[in-house]
């Protein structure tokens, strides 16, 4: 998933990467080295946290060299603003009940509100695509995660782009019998707004584009 993230990102020539979670799949101490694997897109590669990134999964991937977390912050990439928000829920060594998670996400949504209002961001990375409503119509774009598959959308005048994973179904791959593909999407922006998505799929280990 990494190699084909890299690749892409060089065949591209993106400006930045915008990695929206489950960068981990069990939230084991033995992932953690993993974040070493993060270095040398030769771009800058911003990371929030989805619900599969355990807390102290979360510390090693931010602190991994070549990688910004950027929960609650905002950075720029050539003058476009990005506002990171990692997943307030997680479920890494327990089963949460699907109440619970809704609860924690509608908890979590005044605080990412506010700060689209303090920061006026062009862009929301979030994980969870569930949590954009409670930003749509008040910024152009929200960049998501958690579905393991591509869909883009368009809310309240808000383009709601759901990445797929370059990773497909990460360790899932070993313990299911779908065979899901690996996704990304390059999004396209020209003086700070959004005019392009390209979905990008790559099927089986064949390599069919």
């Given at each position: 998933g990494?190699n084909l ?9 993106v ?6 979670g489950?960068?981990t ?5 033995i ?12 771009v800058?590669?911003?990371?929030v946290?989805g ?7 979360r510390?090693?991937?931010a ?6 977390s ?16 990692d997943?307030?829920?997680v479920?890494t060594?327990r089963?949460v ?7 924690t996400?509608?908890d979590?949504?005044p605080?990412?509100r506010?700060l689209?209002?303090q920061k ?9 695509p569930?949590?954009a409503?409670?930003?749509t119509?008040?910024v ?8 393991h ?23 899932g ?10 996704q ?5 922006f ?12 790559l099927?089986?280990?064949?390599g069919?584009?």
């Open positions: 990494l993230a890299r690749d892409l990102a060089r065949s591209f020539e400006d930045a990467i915008v990695d929206t489950d960068t799949s069990f939230g084991l101490p992932e953690e080295p993993f974040s070493d694997l993060l270095d040398d897109f030769g800058p590669y911003y990371f946290a619900n599969h990134d355990s807390m102290a999964n510390r090693a991937i602190d991994a060299p070549g990688v910004t950027i929960d609650r912050r905002v950075v720029e990439v050539n003058g476009l603003r990005i506002l990171g928000f997943d307030p829920v479920t060594t089963t009940p699907k109440d619970e998670r809704s609860r996400m509608e979590a949504e605080e990412l506010a689209v209002e006026s961001p062009d862009v929301v990375a979030i994980h969870n569930a949590m409503s409670a930003v119509g008040e152009p774009v929200v960049m998501a995660g958690h579905l598959r591509s869909v883009t959308t368009a809310q309240d005048g808000t383009a709601v782009a759901v990445a797929g994973s370059t990773g497909a179904t990460g360790l791959s070993l313990t299911v019998l779908a065979d899901k593909p690996y990304a999407q390059v999004l396209r020209d003086e700070g707004e959004l005019v392009a998505i390209d979905n990008i799929e099927i089986g280990t064949s069919n584009f």
